[in-house]
């Protein structure tokens, strides 16, 4: 009886979150767009989150030149699918509202080459090849064991040798990949203009001055304030009401 309510109550949901994404799109399309986003953000408060939802709902703020919130919802999106072509389209344009410029310092070196080859694939993928790499040091060592010809016996062996290396090595990454996405914590500036402290406090020394839009690292918290780094580098502490969480 229990499991019958759930999927009554799961398929209700589900409904009413569709229904709800076609009225906001309706809304959407007669340039209702405030309108548009309560429709949009009552799916999010019910928990039912989706790559299309964001994006619609970051152009119905793009509509309202609303920076910071367009742009937190396409990388919302673009968190749920890396590969939405239109929500990086689109997340482009809203970038181009920013007022901040901020250079990105370029990395360099074999640190960078690990990092952009782990990051082509996920944690759990990597997890995935490294099974698959498993299942056929397996294959190899069953082969090696039967088999009595001397020249199998010897491709076999190779056969488990590679495949233990290509374990090793995915078991690895998969850890390397993990370790990138823990630490990776961006966030959005929120404020319309906030002065980043050298220290968690207000009378601390100014660093440095961000507007909204602009997306930051958060690399420490402590009680209301948020250390956060941008992509020259440069470090800072502003409160956590300054800013929106993307993870």
Do not use: C
Request: avoid cysteine; proline fraction near 2%.
């Amino acid at each position: 009886m229990k499991n019958i309510l759930y999927i009554f109550l799961l398929f209700t949901q589900v409904f009413w979150a569709q229904n709800a994404f076609e009225k906001g799109n309706a809304l959407y399309k007669k340039d209702k767009f405030q309108e548009a986003i309560t429709e949009y953000e009552s799916i999010l408060n019910s928990k039912n989150h989706s790559a299309e939802v964001y994006f619609n709902l970051g152009n119905a703020y793009y509509k309202l030149n609303k920076v910071a919130p367009s742009i937190y919802n396409y990388e919302k999106a673009l968190l749920l699918n890396p590969n939405y072509g239109e929500a990086k389209n689109n997340l482009r344009f809203a970038q181009n509202m920013t007022i901040d410029e901020i250079k990105p310092i370029e990395r360099v070196g074999f640190g960078k080459t690990v990092d952009d080859f782990t990051s082509q694939y996920t944690f759990d993928d990597w997890g995935k090849i490294a099974i698959g790499f498993s299942v056929v040091f397996l294959l190899f060592f069953v082969a090696y064991y039967f088999f009595s010809n001397t020249i199998l016996k010897r491709i076999f062996f190779i056969g488990m040798f590679f495949a233990l290396i290509g374990l090793v090595f995915s078991v690895s990454f998969a850890v390397s990949e993990k370790s990138r996405v823990e630490k990776d914590k961006p966030a959005i500036i929120f404020a319309e203009r906030i002065t980043a402290k050298a220290n968690p406090k207000e009378s601390a020394k100014d660093s440095f001055t961000l507007h909204e839009g602009t997306k930051v690292q958060i690399l420490e918290t402590s009680n209301d304030w948020r250390k956060i780094q941008l992509a020259d580098e440069r470090v800072g502490w502003i409160s956590k009401e300054a800013l929106k969480e993307i993870k």
